[in-house]
Nanobody, 124 residues
């Protein structure tokens, strides 16, 4: 049974930082490209960041470039989203997802496995 479990969310003041983790089990983690998405209340889920399995190339939404960094530790079966300079508009439920493509994709339909999400709230 495949599981992706996010952790590290919480309440933080604007300008602060958080690190989200996505622990994977039940799959060969090093074979999967990992993506991060978020969904704010009343809005569609949107792509935030992605990291390939093959060469750890990364991709970011324009709204988070320069503030967020994604990484992975294949030995620990874990992906990370480091979030700095957080803004109130970053408030959302954050999800990690896994897909078998060799490249990152912003299209959530490509991802085959999803975590349950973790809440990030940024106060002004």
């Amino acid at each position: 049974q495949v599981q992706l479990v996010e952790s590290g969310g919480g309440l933080v003041q604007a300008g602060g930082s958080l690190r989200l983790s996505c622990a994977a089990s039940g799959l060969t983690f090093r074979h999967y490209t990992m993506g991060w998405f978020r969904q704010a209340p009343g809005k569609d889920r949107e792509f935030v960041a992605g990291i390939t399995y093959s060469d750890s190339n990364t991709d970011y939404a324009d709204s988070v470039k320069g503030r967020f960094t994604t990484s992975r530790d294949n030995a620990k079966n874990t992906a990370y989203l480091h979030m700095n300079s957080l803004k109130p508009e970053d408030t959302a439920v954050y999800y990690c997802a896994a897909d078998l493509l060799a490249r990152t994709t912003t299209f959530e339909g490509e991802y085959v496995y999803w975590g349950q999400g973790t809440q990030v709230t940024v106060s002004s």
